[in-house]
């Protein structure tokens, strides 16, 4: 008697942790606008600095993305009920960020950063935070952004310095925009099926 009451149970957590991964696919889905505000920064803040070799490019961008980062995202998880799986991406992407930034500013105004030190280091954190993401939510997608940022970051090790920038470039696209629009259209789809009209037609 007791196998059945023991397989239900089992079934049962099995149920929910999927549930807890689908929730959280959801929610990162929802912050596709996050990605895209981050891979837009990274875009103006090296466009600034290539222009008029400006100091105050990156801080100013940074600073300002941050703070519409997490303006946004305080209005956008008051509609979300709090998870475990939601509280530990939170905290991660927060302690990523974190770290993103006390690497990047110290490194940049200490008068050790160079290219091929700051773009890899860079890389290597966003990679981190993606992949633990993806493993996760077992999305393979964003699966796949950590390990892009991951190998461009190791082959920013044996290129030239102009080459390393194309790479970073190159990540930021798929990693940030297309990542972000694909992730963003896919909420958009979802919102209309949920919606009473999507419903009717479905």
Known sequence: MSTPNH???????????????????????????????????????IGWSNLNHSSLAWPVTMVTAAILSVF????SSGQDPATATGRFLGALWTSGGIALFVY?????YSGHASTQTLIPGVEILLGLVNLASGMVLRWRLQ??????????????FFVSEQTVS?????????????????????????????SPTGSAHA
């Open 72 to 75: 946004f995202g305080i209005r």
């Open 166 to 194: 194309w790479l970073f470039l190159a990540a930021i696209f798929f990693c940030n925009i297309v990542f972000g629009i694909v992730i963003t259209l896919s909420e958009m789809r979802s919102s209309r099926s949920l």
């Open 7 to 45: 397989l239900n149970e089992v079934n049962d957590r099995l149920r929910l942790i999927e549930s807890m991964i689908c929730e959280g696919r959801r929610k990162t889905c929802r912050y596709g606008w996050n990605f895209l505000l981050w891979g837009i920064a990274y875009y103006v803040a």
């Open 104 to 108: 990047a500013f110290g490194m940049a």
């Open 143 to 156: 699966q796949l952004c950590g390990a892009l940022w991951t190998v461009a970051a190791a082959a920013s």
